[in-house]
T-cell receptor, first 114, second 112 residues
């Protein structure tokens, strides 16, 4: 595809359910990022991959959050035992890699926990 | 720890006005600073990227400036149009890191 693709676009989960959010980066992009954006706020960094290696996961809010990118392309962000405070937009972004390269964002996965 | 602040939080102007959005950051050791646009329900679109060695970047009616010493960047929008209505976010990339630190955004409405 031409851009970063995320699915599902919208997800309603009952509290305590597990959810999985998928990101298809732009083909050939080495770097992949996950951000969390609460309503009315700017995106907050969650985690970063370079190819299949997760180089930084300092932004993951708790051990209920887990991300993987096993083959260095598609990435999945998994949230276990969802809580209401997990309700947010989860944005995926990719770039060619290296500092200073343009970063391209997907349209996000909107998660609502009820 | 880098912190990014944007003012105003919201702005409503009539069509045709020139306007300035402000962004400040606490750690001047940045690699670059970027401005993004976000439409409701959409992801972020990169507008301008200013490297730390640059003072400004221009794209069409948009001009972004960077003053590292004072920790400030401004986004200037000339002759605003209703289609410019969106949230504008600035983000700083520090040296030795790959994560962007975002401000909370300025929500702009341009009315006809």
């Amino acid at each position: 595809g031409a851009g970063v693709s995320q699915s599902p676009r919208y997800k309603v989960a009952k509290r305590g359910q597990d959810v999985a959010l998928r990101c298809d980066p732009i083909s050939g992009h080495v770097s992949l990022f996950w951000y969390q954006q609460a309503l009315g706020q700017g995106p907050e960094f969650l985690t970063y991959f370079q190819n299949e290696a997760q180089l930084d996961k300092s932004g993951l809010p708790s051990d209920r959050f887990f991300a993987e990118r096993p083959e260095g392309s598609v990435s999945t962000l998994k949230i276990q035992r969802t809580q209401q405070e997990d309700s947010a937009v989860y944005l995926c972004a990719s770039s060619l890699g290296g500092q200073g390269n343009t970063i391209y964002f997907g349209e996000g996965s909107w998660l609502t926990v009820v | 720890k880098q912190e990014v602040t944007q003012i105003p939080a919201a702005l409503s102007v009539p069509e045709g006005e020139n306007l300035v959005l402000n962004c400040s950051f606490t750690d001047s050791a940045i690699y670059n600073l970027q401005w993004f646009r976000q439409d409701p329900g959409k992801g972020l679109t990169s507008l301008l990227l200013i490297q730390s060695s640059q003072r400004e970047q221009t794209s069409g009616r948009l001009n972004a400036s960077l003053d590292k010493s004072s920790g400030r960047s401004t986004l200037y929008i000339a002759a605003s149009q209703p289609g410019d209505s969106a949230t504008y976010l600035c983000a700083a990339l520090s040296h030795n890191t790959d994560k962007l630190i975002f401000g909370t955004g300025t929500r702009l409405q341009v009315f006809p």
